[in-house]
């Protein structure tokens, strides 16, 4: 089983860029690096996927080292609507089947 | 568009009755799938199907059945309810099974078993 680990907690500023990182030693040639927000009473949402190397969109990056072994999702200058459990998934697949395993996440807060 | 919806949002159940927690996408997407969350803590997966007519089991999938007889609907049954299974469920898909795709989730079924 491809695992995750990532920090429980992190405290961040307004305005500040914050860096989460994710481990999965096991990650599996052609497995992805997927991120979800989650915020309170919600479901999951997407915020950026990538391989290698590093991805940009309109809301983060990702930062992928060489080894995969480990990745970087980048916030710039969050805001408190960033405040949300942030899951780093990498895929699992079983029996010839993908699943989509969450880890615990990292609660992040955002104070003023 | 919709996306992915849940019904009903809600629900409070006694020990021993059953229900079925509803799942409906608009996509057109092959696969979905079923999470529970407990308070704090991660989502945990219980079923999934890759398309119609096939579905699997996930993580924690004691006391649950799904079926999948339509591309569209994916209902999550629960046999017995057991006050462990309060949770908040969540009913998510994508366009294929695989790793570079996304996962789009619905708003999730708060349920509470007494």
């Known amino acids: 089983l491809a695992k995750t680990t990532q920090p429980i907690s992190m405290d961040s500023y307004e305005g500040q860029e914050v860096n989460i990182t994710c481990s999965h030693n096991?990650?599996?040639?052609?497995?992805?690096i997927t991120w979800y927000q989650q915020f309170p009473s919600q479901g999951p949402r997407f915020i950026i996927q990538?391989?290698?190397t590093k991805v940009t969109n309109e809301v983060a990056s990702l930062f992928i080292p060489a080894d995969r072994k480990s990745s970087t999702l980048s916030l710039p200058r969050v805001s408190l609507s960033d405040t949300a459990v942030y899951y780093c998934l990498v895929g699992d697949w079983m029996d010839s089947s993908y699943k989509l395993i969450f880890g615990s996440g990292t609660r992040l807060l955002v104070r003023p | 568009n919709a996306g992915v919806t849940q019904t009903p949002k809600f629900q409070v159940l006694k020990t021993g009755q059953s229900m079925t927690l509803q799942c409906a996408q608009d996509?057109?997407?092959?696969?979905m799938s079923w999470y529970r969350q407990d308070p704090g803590m991660g989502l945990r997966l219980i079923h999934y199907?890759?398309?119609?007519?096939?579905?699997d089991q996930g993580e924690v999938p004691n006391g649950y059945n799904v079926s999948r007889s339509t591309t569209e609907d994916f209902p999550l049954r629960l046999l017995s309810a057991a006050p462990s299974q309060t949770s908040v469920y969540f009913c998510?898909?994508?366009?294929?099974?695989?790793?570079?795709?996304?996962?789009?989730f619905g708003q999730g079924t708060r349920l509470t078993v007494v």
């Open positions: 096991n990650i599996a040639t052609n497995d992805y």
């Open positions: 199907s890759v398309g119609a007519g096939i579905t």
């Open positions: 996509m057109n997407h092959e696969y």
């Open positions: 998510a898909s994508s366009p294929v099974q695989g790793m570079n795709t996304e996962a789009f």
């Open positions: 990538g391989y290698k």
